[in-house]
């Protein structure tokens, strides 16, 4: 795939949507991506031409320096770990349109345990991430689904997409004191750059969203090929 230019990436974040391809990081970003004071730097992309070794599935269900916040199931024998971005506009059609009937067919029956990990893509989603992990645990998983698909309202570059998410913050129920808190949480933000790190480096993950079954890295993000997998998995993931 194609290496994005600060072009592509500004249209990302503004949430223009494509239903192919994946939202690649491209080469070094200029200068780094600041939130706050804090500031991390993007990874080098991988050559997309390499194949990727899948992790071990132990190495890959190991907890991070985050809590994983489990959906579903925590002794469900089939696992999915997601790597995503708040502003990548592949994972909000994911969250649209696949994980719905995903969530309905394997997640709510018992089949499947599922754990998203963060990947920020740019500073804004970042601080998106750290909006989810700032709620009550039971508030997670619907902050993250309430950010993607309300992603076109509020991701955007500059300032009007730190204003527009502070909006949204509200709306869940922080305060200016709570918001402004929890984004300048240098502990919290250093560990979702911690998971970016382990993900690029242990894993391959270079674009969002990504996606492993029972530890196989899924190639395409349509129903069928989520089915596949977890009908098709022969190994069996350890209890959370």
Not at 176 to 197: G, H, N, P, T, W
Request: proline letters at 6%; glycine letters at 8%.
């Amino acid at each position: 795939m194609a290496k994005p230019d600060k072009e592509t990436t500004e249209a990302s974040a503004a949430g223009n949507k494509s239903k192919s391809g994946l939202y690649v990081i491209g080469g070094l970003i200029a200068a780094a991506l600041v939130v706050g004071l804090f500031v991390f730097s993007a990874e080098t992309p991988a050559d997309p031409n390499t194949p990727k070794a899948d992790p071990q599935l132990a190495a890959l269900l190991e907890e991070g320096p985050l809590e994983d916040i489990v959906l579903g199931d925590p002794n469900a024998e089939t696992v999915i770990v997601e790597y995503a971005s708040m502003t990548c506009p592949h994972c909000a059609y994911f969250y649209a349109e696949v994980f719905p009937q995903l969530k309905e067919k394997y997640i709510d029956t018992g089949k499947v345990r599922f754990i998203f990990r963060e990947f920020p893509l740019d500073a804004l989603a970042a601080r998106a991430s750290m909006l989810a992990r700032c709620v009550d645990k039971d508030r997670f998983h619907p902050i993250v689904d309430g950010l993607f698909e309300t992603q076109e309202t509020w991701a955007a570059p500059g300032p009007d997409g730190e204003e527009n998410l502070k909006r949204i913050a509200k709306q869940a129920g922080f305060s200016e004191e709570s918001y402004k808190q929890c984004i300048e949480d240098k502990a919290l933000f250093e560990k979702i750059v911690a998971v970016r790190k382990k993900a690029h480096e242990e894993y391959g993950v270079d674009a969002t969203p990504a996606f492993f079954v029972n530890g196989k890295r899924l190639d395409g993000v349509a129903f069928e090929v989520f089915e596949a997998a977890i009908e098709g998995t022969s190994e069996t993931a350890p209890a959370g």
